[in-house]
């Protein structure tokens, strides 16, 4: 039976199924079963070349409506029209003139043309259906069949003690690259080349953390002015690969090219994180497009108010209401296919806050969080919460809970603070002492791992304009510069932005050296801005979400001064793998042995006396020495505790050099200066110092010296 033949009111139609949802291909045809419990009708509107075919899916099993049509073929591109009542006082605003998305479309076809007529109510009153056909301004899903060959992929299933995550949005990360074919740099194609990953991987990261690849939109008023939504925080399918990132232009081509990515990756054992943006859609307020959610019914996926007006703990304009059982269920689904069908190995959540709230209170046993911990595939992937979102009692880092990770925005700020020097109020170390450790005050009952430590992220200043900017520089964005956070906690050194002079210059890359190592040497899951590596600069935006071109886009022919900063990351991320005691599995206790041996972390004033709690509260406390005796929370196989070499982690803050007392240790006589950031260059060894002896600490710079241990010790 031809398609043609079904739009007949004549035909007696398949009924179909009513699981799996979305659209389901087979040799016989297409399963299409959608949820929109109160709809009247669904119908299926298949597109040949510029003609619609409208199938209606009349059968209906618990508010899904679906329907078996014969004869569809794979890449047929397709959509959805609505029939119901048209009444927004209760959250519905049904009208079959507008086309719609399939929320389980594997892949997605096309981008949004503006226009009123995607507006759900005319544009003269809300009260009646616009009547001006979408078809033309709407992307179409993609019937799609799963026949990859993943042949002998495996994940590396990366221990959280060793892994590092790296940041990485697709086009910005190959846009630029000049090993990288022209026609494949901004794509998933592109980072799979042997030139993108083999920077990875020589970096020392373990884990890319991919800015959204969910297909999303650009909003209305970015359009206007010219811009794009570079970011992707805008979803439009939680099911497939945003289409733009794709060198395979075919429909439904994206998401091959996308698992060929992974596959990639994977041989390179990299694992690949998504970030993901489950908390709100790409269709806005009460006045946005009728896209999606909106025209399958509002009230039955959004969260709204009493009078039918949108909650919004986003900022976006609208809320998915993760708490009713079926947009839940959609959300599960969306995660167990990325994992079993893309093989990704996690997902950061967006304002995951937003997903754990019943109506509008947050609720720490929510549906959402009790699903994600009972799931057998999702809780075996690496799970990373953004654990806050705008709405009142949003911020709630620490709360997730096991198996849980979370971004530790404490951990930017206080780095952040502890180095930031000029006309500033100095802040008193006591809480980066916290975040060096892994911040236990936070997530105790947990492990360090739970931590993701960052100083930067795609949401701000990148480490070269941190220590560049005293103000952000948003102008690019046309909003005034009234977007993007006036909290940076930075600092110019001098000049704002750009400067000839030597000195600042030279200033600003050591205070960008000692951040990199105060990162990357700290207890905990380290997380590096795509970029920080090679001095990448956004000009002074902190707020680059729209900018698709050179200020986000990285740049690859790099000066001497970026490619010894590349160095100084590779350097410390080495030092950090050789080293276990450096990424702790379980928090210091600070205590000595019962045997006697020394406390697994001892906090020292440069005398190699213990520091004082007064000291810990003092502003003018300008150096913290940690002392780590090697001591591990693992053992052997017969039980006996295993250890590490012994080292002594010197933080200089203060604007002159330091004079520090190598402390004694059971484990050896001499101490070796391992990491100094004073230097322009890492060296691979620095000169040996005995036990007890005074040695001078650079201003401003980060040491590390290790124990070599004695014969039988």
Same mark, same amino acid.
């Given at each position: 039976?031809?398609?043609?033949?079904?739009?007949?009111?004549?035909?007696?139609?398949?009924?179909?199924?009513?699981?799996p949802?979305?659209?389901?291909?087979?040799?016989?045809?297409?399963?299409?079963?959608?949820?929109?419990?109160?709809?009247?009708?669904?119908?299926?509107?298949?597109?040949?070349?510029?003609?619609?075919?409208?199938?209606? /899916?009349?059968?209906?099993?618990?508010?899904?409506? @679906?329907?078996? #049509? $014969?004869?569809?073929?794979? =890449? %047929?591109?397709? &959509? +959805?029209?609505?029939h119901?009542?048209?009444?927004?006082?209760?959250?519905l605003?049904?009208?079959?003139?507008?086309?719609l998305?399939?929320?389980?479309?594997?892949?997605?076809?096309?981008?949004?043309?503006?226009?009123?007529?995607?507006?759900p109510?005319?544009?003269?009153?809300?009260?009646?259906?616009?009547?001006?056909?979408?078809?033309?301004?709407?992307?179409?899903?993609?019937?799609?069949?799963?026949?990859?060959?993943?042949?002998?992929?495996?994940?590396?299933?990366?221990?959280?003690?060793?892994?590092?995550?790296?940041? /990485?949005?697709?086009?910005?990360?190959?846009?630029? @690259?000049?090993? #990288? $074919?022209?026609?494949?740099? =901004? %794509?998933?194609? &592109? +980072?799979?080349?042997?030139?993108?990953?083999?920077?990875?991987?020589?970096?020392?990261?373990?884990?890319?953390?991919?800015?959204?690849?969910?297909h999303?939109?650009?909003?209305?008023?970015?359009?206007?002015?010219?811009?794009?939504n570079?970011?992707?925080?805008?979803?439009?399918?939680?099911?497939?690969?945003?289409?733009?990132?794709?060198?395979?232009?075919?429909?439904?081509?994206?998401?091959?090219?996308?698992k060929a990515?992974v596959?990639?990756?994977?041989?390179?054992?990299?694992?690949?994180?998504?970030?993901?943006?489950?908390?709100?859609?790409?269709?806005?307020?009460?006045?946005?497009?009728?896209?999606?959610?909106?025209?399958? =019914?509002?009230?039955?996926?959004?969260?709204?108010?009493?009078?039918?007006?949108?909650?919004?703990?986003?900022?976006?304009?609208?809320?998915?209401?993760?708490?009713?059982?079926?947009?839940?269920?959609?959300?599960?689904?969306?995660?167990?296919?990325?994992?079993?069908?893309?093989?990704?190995?996690?997902?950061?959540?967006?304002?995951?806050?937003?997903?754990?709230?019943e109506?509008?209170?947050?609720?720490?046993?929510?549906?959402?969080?009790?699903?994600?911990?009972?799931?057998?595939?999702?809780?075996?992937?690496?799970?990373?919460?953004?654990?806050?979102?705008?709405?009142?009692?949003?911020y709630?880092?620490?709360?997730?809970?096991?198996?849980?990770?979370?971004?530790?925005?404490?951990?930017?700020?206080?780095?952040?603070?502890?180095?930031?020097?000029?006309?500033?109020?100095?802040?008193?170390?006591?809480?980066?002492?916290?975040?060096?450790?892994?911040?236990?005050?936070?997530?105790?009952g947990?492990?360090?791992?739970?931590?993701?430590?960052?100083?930067?992220?795609?949401?701000?200043?990148?480490?070269?304009?941190?220590?560049?900017?005293?103000?952000?520089?948003?102008?690019a964005?046309?909003?005034?510069?009234?977007?993007?956070?006036?909290?940076?906690?930075?600092?110019?050194?001098?000049?704002?932005?750009?400067?000839?002079?030597?000195?600042?210059?030279?200033?600003?890359?050591?205070?960008?050296?000692?951040?990199?190592a105060?990162?990357l040497?700290?207890?905990?899951?380290?997380?590096?801005?795509?970029?920080?590596?090679?001095?990448?600069?956004?000009?002074?935006?902190?707020?680059?979400?729209?900018?698709?071109?050179?200020?986000?886009?990285?740049?690859?022919?790099?000066?001497?001064?970026?490619?010894?900063?590349?160095?100084?990351?590779?350097?410390?991320?080495?030092?950090?793998?050789?080293?276990?005691?450096?990424?702790?599995?379980?928090?210091?206790?600070?205590?000595?042995?019962?045997?006697?041996?020394?406390?697994?972390?001892?906090?020292?004033?440069?005398?190699?006396?213990?520091?004082?709690?007064?000291?810990?509260?003092?502003?003018?406390?300008?150096?913290?020495?940690?002392?780590?005796?090697?001591?591990?929370?693992?053992?052997?196989?017969?039980?006996?505790?295993?250890?590490?070499?012994?080292?002594?982690?010197?933080?200089?803050?203060?604007?002159?050099?330091?004079?520090?007392?190598?402390?004694?240790?059971?484990?050896?006589?001499?101490?070796?200066?391992?990491?100094?950031?004073d230097?322009?260059?890492?060296?691979?060894?620095?000169?040996?110092?005995?036990?007890?002896?005074?040695?001078?600490?650079?201003?401003?710079?980060?040491?590390?010296?290790?124990?070599?241990?004695?014969?039988?010790?």
């Amino acid at each position: 039976m031809e398609p043609d033949d079904l739009a007949s009111d004549a035909v007696i139609r398949p009924p179909g199924v009513a699981s799996p949802l979305g659209a389901t291909w087979t040799a016989e045809g297409l399963n299409l079963a959608v949820r929109a419990p109160s709809a009247t009708l669904i119908e299926a509107c298949l597109f040949l070349g510029d003609h619609e075919i409208r199938v209606p /899916l009349e059968a209906r099993s618990h508010g899904v409506h @679906h329907g078996f #049509i $014969p004869g569809v073929e794979i =890449g %047929t591109r397709y &959509g +959805l029209r609505a029939h119901g009542p048209w009444d927004p006082e209760h959250g519905l605003r049904f009208n079959p003139m507008k086309l719609l998305v399939d929320p389980y479309a594997r892949a997605i076809d096309g981008e949004v043309t503006w226009s009123d007529a995607l507006r759900p109510g005319s544009a003269e009153s809300a009260n009646v259906p616009d009547q001006r056909d979408s078809a033309a301004l709407v992307p179409r899903g993609v019937v799609v069949v799963d026949d990859f060959d993943w042949a002998d992929d495996e994940p590396p299933a990366t221990s959280w003690a060793e892994t590092v995550i790296y940041e /990485l949005h697709v086009k910005g990360y190959t846009a630029l @690259h000049p090993a #990288i $074919p022209e026609h494949l740099r =901004g %794509t998933y194609a &592109g +980072l799979a080349q042997p030139a993108a990953i083999d920077h990875l991987v020589s970096l020392g990261v373990t884990a890319v953390e991919l800015l959204p690849v969910h297909h999303a939109v650009t909003e209305h008023p970015l359009a206007e002015r010219g811009l794009r939504n570079y970011w992707g925080y805008s979803t439009l399918g939680y099911f497939a690969p945003q289409a733009g990132y794709a060198a395979d232009k075919t429909p439904g081509g994206q998401v091959g090219e996308f698992k060929a990515m992974v596959k990639a990756l994977h041989a390179a054992g990299i694992e690949v994180i998504l970030d993901v943006v489950y908390n709100h859609t790409c269709e806005s307020g009460a006045d946005g497009p009728s896209l999606m959610f909106r025209g399958l =019914g509002e009230r039955d996926h959004y969260k709204l108010s009493e009078d039918a007006s949108y909650v919004d703990t986003t900022g976006c304009g609208n809320t998915l209401d993760v708490g009713d059982l079926d947009v839940l269920r959609l959300v599960m689904d969306s995660l167990r296919y990325w994992v079993t069908e893309m093989h990704v190995d996690g997902f950061r959540f967006d304002l995951a806050t937003s997903l754990t709230r019943e109506r509008t209170e947050v609720d720490e046993r929510s549906p959402f969080l009790a699903a994600v911990h009972q799931d057998p595939i999702l809780r075996q992937v690496k799970l990373i919460a953004e654990p806050w979102d705008v709405g009142d009692g949003g911020y709630r880092l620490g709360m997730f809970g096991s198996p849980w990770a979370e971004w530790n925005d404490a951990f930017r700020d206080d780095v952040r603070s502890f180095w930031r020097a000029g006309p500033f109020t100095p802040e008193a170390p006591a809480e980066l002492g916290w975040r060096l450790t892994g911040s236990q005050d936070v997530f105790s009952g947990r492990s360090p791992a739970a931590s993701v430590n960052f100083v930067t992220a795609h949401d701000g200043f990148t480490m070269r304009d941190l220590v560049s900017y005293d103000h952000k520089h948003n102008e690019a964005n046309a909003e005034d510069n009234r977007d993007g956070s006036d909290n940076n906690r930075s600092w110019n050194h001098g000049a704002e932005g750009d400067t000839d002079d030597a000195g600042i210059t030279s200033a600003r890359l050591k205070t960008a050296r000692a951040m990199l190592a105060t990162l990357l040497l700290s207890t905990g899951t380290p997380m590096l801005l795509m970029g920080d590596e090679i001095g990448h600069t956004q000009r002074g935006n902190n707020n680059p979400y729209c900018q698709d071109n050179e200020i986000s886009w990285l740049t690859w022919d790099l000066e001497d001064w970026q490619r010894d900063t590349l160095r100084w990351t590779t350097a410390l991320l080495n030092v950090r793998r050789a080293h276990p005691a450096l990424r702790q599995t379980e928090f210091f206790d600070g205590r000595p042995t019962p045997d006697g041996r020394p406390a697994d972390l001892a906090w020292l004033r440069p005398d190699g006396s213990a520091m004082t709690d007064a000291e810990w509260h003092d502003p003018g406390t300008g150096t913290l020495v940690m002392a780590l005796s090697g001591e591990l929370a693992i053992r052997d196989f017969d039980g006996r505790p295993l250890r590490d070499s012994a080292f002594l982690l010197v933080l200089n803050r203060a604007s002159t050099d330091v004079d520090v007392t190598l402390p004694p240790t059971p484990y050896g006589e001499i101490y070796q200066r391992l990491i100094d950031t004073d230097l322009p260059r890492p060296r691979t060894s620095g000169p040996g110092a005995r036990v007890g002896s005074v040695t001078a600490v650079a201003a401003r710079s980060v040491t590390l010296f290790r124990v070599e241990a004695s014969v039988g010790s």
